[in-house]
Nanobody, 115 residues
Framework: QVQLVESGGGLVQAGGSLRLSCAAS????????MGWYRQAPGKQREFVAL???????DYADYVKGRFTISRDNAKNTVYLQMNSLKSDDAAVYFC?????????WGQGTQVTVSS
């Protein structure tokens, strides 16, 4: 069983920064992907960023240049540094881990951006 625990969400002014963290525990293969999706009210969940175990990254176009994903393999933890936040970035951010052919999700952490 895999568990994901997110932290770091909160309220920030537009233009500000937040750093999200997600710690994974349980039966995790050495080869895996970790990353983030987000879901705003009334919208579908959308991809934000992912990082492979060896460090390869991918970003959605709407966060490129503003968000940076990183991970600490020793801690099975993934981070999302979010800079220059906009009102459109407000959403619940969900951490995911893809391992052993299955996807696992965290409970989500709320990011609110005030203008």
């Amino acid at each position: 069983q895999v568990q994901l625990v997110e932290s770091g969400g909160g309220l920030v002014q537009a233009g500000g920064s937040l750093r999200l963290s997600c710690a994974a525990s349980g039966n995790i293969a050495s080869l895996n992907f970790m990353g983030w999706y987000r879901q705003a009210p009334g919208k579908q969940r959308e991809f934000v960023a992912l990082i492979a175990e060896e460090g390869t990254t991918d970003y959605a176009d709407y966060v490129k240049g503003r968000f940076t994903i990183s991970r600490d393999n020793a801690k099975n933890t993934v981070y999302l540094q979010m800079n220059s936040l906009k009102s459109d970035d407000a959403a619940v951010y969900f951490c995911f881990l893809s391992t052993h052919g299955s996807n696992h999700w965290g409970q989500g952490t709320q990011v609110t951006v005030s203008s």
